[in-house]
């Protein structure tokens, strides 16, 4: 195996504790999830139809080019076919883009704290990693655009960024594009963009005609909410894409999955109405942080960063006997903080109660 030494050194990722563990160990009766950011009001009932008549028969291997999936994101997207590449999750084109264009004596330049799995990949990859400060939870485009140099394959944008939820706007981000050398691919990681209800956001895809070293990431893991199924994709030009085809194991989307995403596409109604829900349940987070004086970072996302000032862990464990799993800020990069899932107004309510009862 390669870089053998530089895996041995690397945690495997844990993305949160499981439910059925936080039971057993606490010998609650029911723990509400709110650690990884996925969809609190479930699955599009129209999604879950289109599911229960596909179970039939699992004989077959999915469609390695998700053909009715792809033409249907294409149809929305308003784009080519061949500018779309499928995933097992966002995840997965994470690992497809740093297989493909990462390697030593390669750089790759990303935002820190952002997410995980840019970093994580890269090392497994071999590249130099670069990772610029966030200023107040945003990316400082500028420092990042100082830290590429000829060696440097990709950058990673993440808008709005996981773990603080700020978004960049417009004008910050076409200016950053047109910017980085054509040699660099730029990935932005959209897959909170969905949530962001903010008039100078903008649609990363529009971008992709325009800039050939783009490649933009999406997910149905949250506001599609099955993120059990594991479909994400990525838009970029052609040619890109044919670089990043080879790297992707041939039937990496399920075909419930595909199935699935076609059907939660088609139900943009619901998307909406999670997104409408999504603002007030943040709403309901301000307002506690606000009450108690405690620092978050505005978020466009559905999920809330809160600083408690204590040990993240300390408030992590603290909410876990209470049956609330959120992800504590130390294995974020922010040791004072936990970062919460906005959930329904009940699961907020709860959530918040418990947060009281900790202060
Ligand atoms: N990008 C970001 C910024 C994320 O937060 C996540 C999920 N935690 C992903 C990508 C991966 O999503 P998926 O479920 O599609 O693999």
Same mark, same amino acid.
């Given at each position: ?15 949160? $504790? ?10 609650? %009766?029911?723990?509400?999830? *709110? ?40 149809? =929305? ?17 994470? @690992? ?6 990462? %390697? ?8 820190? !704290?952002? =997410?995980?799995?840019?970093? #994580? ?5 071999? &590249?130099?990693? $670069? ?13 990042? *655009?100082?830290? /590429? ?41 959209? &897959? ?12 990363? +895809? ?9 490649? +933009? ?19 970029? #030009? ?7 085809? !080879? &790297? ?7 075909? *419930? ?17 999670? $997104? ?7 709403? @309901?987070? %301000?307002?506690?942080?606000?009450? #108690? ?6 978020? @466009?996302?559905?999920?809330?960063? /809160? ?9 992590? @464990?603290?909410? *876990? ?5 959120? $992800? ?16 329904? %107004? ?5 959530? /918040? ?7």
């Amino acid at each position: 195996m390669k870089w053998k030494e530089q895996l041995l050194s690397l945690a495997p990722y844990k993305p949160g $504790r499981p439910i059925e563990s936080v039971k057993k160990e606490y010998g609650l %009766e029911k723990v509400v999830k *709110l650690a990884s950011n996925e969809n609190p009001f479930g699955t599009s009932p129209k999604v879950v139809a289109a599911l229960q008549s596909a179970l039939s028969s699992f004989a077959i291997y999915p469609d390695g080019y998700a053909t009715t999936l792809r033409t249907a994101v294409a149809e =929305f997207l308003k784009m080519d076919e061949e500018q779309l590449i499928f995933g097992n999750g966002a995840d997965n084109l994470i @690992q497809i883009i740093s297989r493909a264009f990462l %390697e030593p004596g390669k750089n790759t330049v990303m935002a820190s !704290p952002s =997410f995980s799995q840019y970093k #994580h990949n890269a090392i497994i990859d071999g &590249a130099e990693i $670069r990772e610029i400060p966030l200023i107040d939870g945003e990316h400082d485009l500028d420092a990042m *655009l100082e830290a /590429i140099d000829e060696n440097t394959a990709v950058v990673w944008v993440c808008s709005p960024n996981n773990p603080t939820g700020v978004y960049i706007t417009k004008e910050k981000i076409t200016s950053f594009l047109n910017k980085v050398p054509k040699e660099t691919v730029v990935v932005i990681d959209d &897959a909170y963009h969905d949530y962001v209800v903010a008039d100078d956001f903008y649609d990363a +895809v529009e971008f992709v005609n325009e800039y050939n070293n783009l490649i +933009v990431l999406r997910t149905f893991s949250k506001i599609y909410g099955i993120a059990s199924l594991r479909v994400g994709y990525g838009v970029a #030009h052609q040619d890109i894409i044919r670089v990043l085809e !080879p &790297a992707r194991e041939p039937f990496n989307v399920n075909t *419930l999955g595909q199935i699935a995403a076609v059907a939660a596409l088609n139900d943009q109604g619901y998307v909406n109405e999670c $997104r409408r829900k999504n603002r007030e349940g943040m709403a @309901q987070f %301000e307002q506690f942080c606000a009450e #108690h004086q405690l620092h978050y970072f505005p978020s @466009q996302a559905n999920f809330i960063l /809160i600083d408690f000032g204590t040990s993240g862990d300390e408030v992590f @464990q603290y909410l *876990l006997q209470k049956g609330y799993i959120v $992800r504590s800020g130390n294995a974020l990069g922010y040791t004072t903080s936990v970062r919460v899932t906005v959930g329904s %107004e009940e699961e907020n309510n709860g959530v /918040i109660d418990a947060m009281k009862q900790y202060l």
